[in-house]
């Protein structure tokens, strides 16, 4: 079964870097797409990047795109988010997700928690 | 990219039937069948409960549906249960190749 693992969040202050790594299992890493997707505290969903199957397209939402960028390691079955120049409205538990049918996100990792705080 | 529209909230008591609204644009919700569905249980991920304006995954109840017209796409939990009783998300793809959600709607089961 789908089995997606987010690790690396933390506090770091505004302007720093940090990088969000996404464990997949129980599904053929190379063969579908995945999403970042993120949720500030007490508030909804907001969609921000997704990487195709094979990483030959990438998007971004407009409010990280310059700044994240999405990657996925074949060899380690491993989802990336690497972000720079964070500010304080970047605070927010991130989702990693996979795209496996049409549009949508078929499966949630449980989240991973930054907080940009000087 | 602006978020699709929802109401904040949204109520019925058991055994009651409730419709959630999501109207977007022409770029995004009318544009294609790509509007997905998600149940927000309180400090949990998402789950996705309907995909393709009307497709529902595998082992999810019958009680959740979907339709769409133009720009505002629609879903419907019939027989509401108190399990029922989450945040709710709509998600378009857009024809900037990304993807949108809605502001959420808090479904209280009274």
């Known amino acids: 079964q789908v089995h997606l693992v987010e690790s690396g969040g933390g506090v770091a202050q505004p302007g720093r870097s940090l990088r969000l790594s996404c464990a997949a299992s129980g599904f053929t890493f190379s063969n579908y797409g995945m999403h970042w997707v993120r949720q500030a505290p007490g508030k909804g969903l907001e969609w921000v990047a997704v990487t195709y199957y094979d990483g030959s397209q990438k998007y971004y939402a407009d409010s990280v795109r310059g700044r994240f960028t999405i990657s996925k390691d074949y060899s380690t079955n491993t989802l990336y988010l690497h972000m720079s120049s964070l500010r304080v409205d970047d605070t927010a538990v991130y989702y990693c997700?996979?795209?496996?049918?049409?549009?949508?996100?078929?499966?949630w990792g449980q989240g991973t928690l930054v907080t940009v705080s000087s | 990219q602006s978020a699709l529209t929802q109401p904040a909230s949204v109520s019925g008591s058991p055994g009651q039937s409730i419709a959630i609204s999501c109207t977007g644009t022409?770029?995004?919700?009318?544009?294609?069948?790509?509007v997905s569905w998600y149940q927000q249980h309180p400090d949990k991920a998402p789950k996705l409960i309907i995909y393709?304006?009307?497709n529902r995954p595998s082992g999810v109840s019958n009680r959740f549906s979907g339709s769409k017209s133009g720009n505002t796409a629609s879903l419907t939990i019939s027989g509401l249960q108190a399990e029922d009783e989450a945040d709710y998300y709509c998600s378009s793809y857009t024809t900037s190749s990304t993807w949108v959600f809605g502001g959420g709607t808090k479904l209280t089961v009274l």
């Open positions: 393709d304006v009307t």
């Open positions: 022409s770029s995004d919700v009318g544009g294609y069948n790509f």
């Open positions: 997700g996979v795209w496996m049918t049409s549009r949508e996100i078929d499966h």
